[in-house]
């Protein structure tokens, strides 16, 4: 059985990445940095890489808020219409939308998995090298000839991969038990824990991974108060946020709601913080909405906030306690 290292970030697509990272930064807290911000003239799209932690030891996991550019993309000339592929699969209209969901692996499991597409003559796309991303981009559900995205695949779930070596990670976040953050502050971010992914039929999904990836859940739980099941994947970088994967039970409970309205797709960003209450009482003082729910079975039976998604342009975010 396959399992990939981590989840490279939890990303959205937005109309003004910098708007939604001066959003990102004076709402919740998450850290910002010049460098942090990407942008290619070969490859025409801006992203910033936000950390909750500096440390990508700490916190491996990125949000990144992103755009692509109308303009000529010598890098990835495919990738205007490989977008608009997925863009029908998700709905133009729907209020989060995914470029991708980046996993990321060891090249040699990469390249196993490349190959096991290969032979099975399963639909993938490979973007040629470059000297900006000099290293294999893997993307599930298309090909070069025929690019409106299939989840035949992937069961619906947007994936690419890249190879872990590129990113550069520390040593250190392959240490077990993972670095932590030394006398966090009461409030304080601490990692993003968990990035959920809404679709019509999760044993759909689960099987398509299982498939076509070797890739299993950790665990499927049914979760009677949140109105979903959940298939939780994980990762062998533990303190990567997982991917859960949620098929509602109910029509009317919010994911219900959320997927009926605007279809399968991204759904939570769920962030991880020292002393909930007083993340809470932070963002009262701030004069941000949100709900204080007291027990959410999604996190376990323990509180949970979920921010009013019009506090950040329709983007949902949730906050669970986590100790030091």
């Known amino acids: 059985m396959s399992k990939f290292e981590m989840l490279l970030s939890a990303d959205m697509m937005v109309p003004d990445p910098d708007a939604m990272t001066d959003l990102l930064v004076s709402k919740l807290g998450i850290h910002s940095h010049p460098k942090w911000r990407q942008a290619f003239d070969n490859h025409p799209y801006i992203a910033h890489f936000l950390r909750v932690q500096k440390s990508l030891a700490i916190a491996p996991t990125r949000i990144e808020p992103q755009v692509h550019l109308d303009r000529p993309n010598p890098g990835d000339p ?33 390249e196993a998995l490349i190959e096991r597409l290969h032979d099975r003559k399963l639909r993938f796309r490979l973007a040629q090298r470059t000297p900006e991303m000099p290293f294999d981009r893997l993307w599930l559900g298309v090909t070069p000839e025929d690019l409106a995205y299939d989840p035949s695949v992937d069961g619906g779930l947007c994936i690419e991969f890249i190879p872990l070596e590129p990113t550069q990670m520390p040593a250190e976040v392959f240490d077990v038990p993972p670095p932590r953050v030394a006398n966090p502050a009461p409030g304080e971010l601490l990692r993003v824990t968990a990035r959920g992914f809404l679709v019509r039929d999760l044993d759909f999904t689960i099987g398509k991974l299982r498939d076509n990836l070797d890739w299993e859940p950790e665990q499927v739980d049914t979760l009677p108060g949140e109105g979903y099941r959940r298939a939780r994947m994980g990762f062998t970088i533990g303190h990567s946020a997982a991917l859960d994967i949620v098929e509602p039970t109910r029509w009317d409970s919010p994911a219900g709601l959320y997927l009926n309205s605007w279809g399968p797709g991204p759904y939570f960003i769920r962030l991880g913080a020292f002393d909930l209450a007083a993340k809470a009482d932070q963002l009262k003082e701030q004069g941000i909405a949100f709900q204080w729910v007291p027990e959410s079975d999604a996190v376990g039976g323990g509180p949970l906030i979920r921010i009013d998604p019009r506090e950040l342009d329709g983007q949902i975010f949730e906050i669970e306690g986590l100790a030091a």
């Open 78 to 110: 495919l990738f205007h219409d490989h977008l608009k592929g997925l863009e029908r699969f998700q709905g133009r209209h729907r209020p989060m939308l995914t470029h991708s969901v980046v996993l990321v692996a060891w090249r040699e499991k990469m």
